[in-house]
């Protein structure tokens, strides 16, 4: 389980990509998610952590979605769950609208903010269709309503699905205009959902994770 290869759940053995390189990939992530004892026994350092994925992730530096790109990425967080860790993932959606360019062009901010709102749902239910075909048990929570086709955040709940080992993604941000998913993954680790470990994954990380911003901790 130590190795830089290892087989994903599509039993294809490759190197860690995405996740690796913003301090969460198979390589990286392992070191600072287990302690080794004296007598070899490995032990989880943290019991819950939480990825902050951008939107520009999941499109590999462009725009869209980018198939293999969300399979990939998946795949790494099926293998990362693997070592008993509670998932929480807090997901973008500049890949697809980004609320401050539509105000930049005329629109009104609050109603652009909503739109890129509505885009993070939209990569929330594409991640959490490719977690599920990697037999990940995944539920979506937003901070707006989107009942037919995502579960609203409720706090109680979010940590019951985190318990039983569903990877548990938060969209729509915080669900108020002129505040960033990236508040939103700070309201999510600290107050709401206490993870003990946050990890940006800003879409610059993909080619150069020396850009990668040093994660906060909470107590456990």
Request: hydrophobic fraction near 35%; proline fraction near 5%.
């Amino acid at each position: 389980m130590r190795g830089e290869s290892y087989t994903n759940c599509a039993g294809r053995s490759r190197q860690v990509s995405i996740l690796n390189r913003c301090g969460l990939g198979r390589t990286k992530l392992w070191p600072k998610l287990v302690d080794t004892e004296a007598q070899g026994k490995e032990t989880l350092k943290y019991k819950r952590v939480l990825l902050k994925l951008s939107g520009e992730a999941l499109a590999a530096g462009g725009s869209g979605i980018e198939p293999e790109t969300l399979r990939s990425t998946a795949e790494e967080i099926a293998d990362v769950r693997k070592t008993g860790v509670e998932i929480g993932l807090v997901v973008g959606g500049g890949n697809i609208f980004r609320g401050l360019k539509g105000a930049s062009q005329g629109m009104d901010r609050a109603q652009s903010d909503y739109m890129g709102m509505l885009a993070t749902v939209i990569n929330a239910l594409a991640l959490q269709d490719a977690l599920e075909r990697c037999e990940v048990p995944t539920r979506v929570m937003t901070a707006i309503e989107v009942r037919s086709v995502a579960e609203p955040y409720i706090r109680r709940r979010a940590m019951r699905h985190l318990a039983r080992g569903y990877v548990v993604i938060f969209a729509a941000g915080t669900g108020n205009p002129y505040f960033s998913t990236d508040t939103a993954a700070s309201l999510w680790k600290s107050a709401q959902t206490p993870c003990s470990r946050r990890q940006k994954s800003p879409a610059s990380s993909i080619k150069t994770p020396s850009n990668i911003r040093t994660p906060s901790f909470c107590p456990r």
